[in-house]
Each structure stands twice: as C-alpha cells, then as structure tokens.
C-alpha cells in the first residue's frame, strides 16, 4: 500500500504564499467562484500544507507546466477534472511578478527553514495526532481526511 500524503512544513510555506497570491485576486475577480473549503490555493486546508499537491500547483500557476490545474470535486468517470480550480483560476489572474515575487517569498522560507533543521521530512505534527484521532486505523483517503480536516474547526 502507497504511503498516504502528509502535510508538511515545506508544503505549508509554499501554500501560505500561493493562497495569498489567491486571496489578493478575489476583489478585482468577483467573477471567479469561490473556492472549495478544501482548496489547494485556501491557507490551512490540508491540500495547502502537502508539498507535492503545491509543487504541482506552482508550476501550473508559473506556466513551467502548461497543464491547467483541475478542481478535485469535479471529476469524470475516469478522474479527470472537468473544471479548473477556482484558486488556481485566481493565481492566473495576478501578474507574473507577483507571482514570482510570492515563489521567491516561499523558496526564501524553505532556504531558512532547510538551514534551521536537520528534519527532511519536517512533518506536522499536530496534524499527525489529529489525523491518528478521526482515523485509527487509516483506511480514509485523502479527500476524505481533507474534508473533515477543514469541517473540524482545527488550525495548525
């Protein structure tokens, strides 16, 4: 069996900054629906702590992957989203500097961190201890721990 995906310190650093870039675009694009209570691109859910999910977001949002970046609950019957995420959808919207300026806050973050800590992982732990109380024996996937992480009222 696969290991489960964790939020961690390295992916949370980089999410704060990519929900920010997020939330700075939300005024001038009331167009734009709202994001998911489990958005990738919404600070504090558990998608935005999870390096890989952000990692993959950035390049979306940076156009260093072409690939747009798809909505999670709107899949079709073979996995693909049939809609873009709404958070990403904002990124799109802001300037590339500002962009750019909000990888660069996050990768100066990550540079200081990596310094500070001889942790690889730098795993949270809170979020560990709250995860092992709603699911013992880790039979939930991801999506399911995500939506009761951002119904539970708990912040990390």
Same mark, same amino acid.
């Given at each position: 069996?696969?290991?489960?995906?964790?939020?961690?310190?390295?992916?949370?650093?980089?999410?704060?900054?990519?929900? $920010?870039?997020?939330?700075?675009?939300?005024? *001038?694009?009331?167009?734009?629906?709202?994001? +998911?209570?489990t958005?990738?691109?919404?600070?504090?859910?558990?998608?935005?702590?999870?390096?890989?999910?952000?990692?993959?977001?950035?390049? +979306?949002?940076?156009g260093? *992957?072409?690939?747009?970046?798809?909505?999670h609950?709107?899949?079709?019957a073979?996995?693909?989203?049939?809609?873009?995420?709404?958070?990403?959808?904002?990124?799109?919207?802001?300037?590339?500097? *500002?962009?750019?300026?909000?990888?660069? $806050?996050?990768?100066?973050n990550?540079?200081?961190?990596?310094?500070?800590?001889?942790e690889?992982a730098?795993?949270?732990?809170?979020?560990?201890?709250?995860?092992?109380?709603? *699911?013992?024996?880790?039979?939930?996937d991801?999506?399911?721990?995500a939506?009761?992480?951002?119904?539970?009222?708990? $912040?990390?």
């Open positions: 069996m696969a290991e489960k995906a964790k939020p961690s310190v390295h992916g949370a650093t980089l999410g704060r900054e990519l929900a $920010r870039l997020a939330d700075s675009q939300v005024v *001038d694009h009331p167009e734009i629906r709202s994001r +998911c209570m958005c990738a691109f919404r600070e504090g859910t558990m998608p935005n702590m999870m390096a890989p999910t952000l990692l993959q977001a950035m390049h +979306c949002v940076l260093t *992957d072409p690939s747009p970046f798809g909505c609950h709107t899949l079709d073979n996995g693909i989203p049939t809609q873009l995420c709404a958070g990403y959808e904002l990124c799109k919207e802001a300037s590339f500097e *500002d962009a750019r300026e909000a990888v660069g $806050r996050a990768s100066a990550l540079n200081r961190l990596c310094a500070e800590s001889s690889t730098m795993e949270i732990a809170a979020f560990d201890a709250w995860r092992i109380t709603v *699911d013992p024996e880790d039979r939930l991801d999506y399911a721990v939506k009761l992480f951002a119904t539970s009222g708990v $912040r990390i």
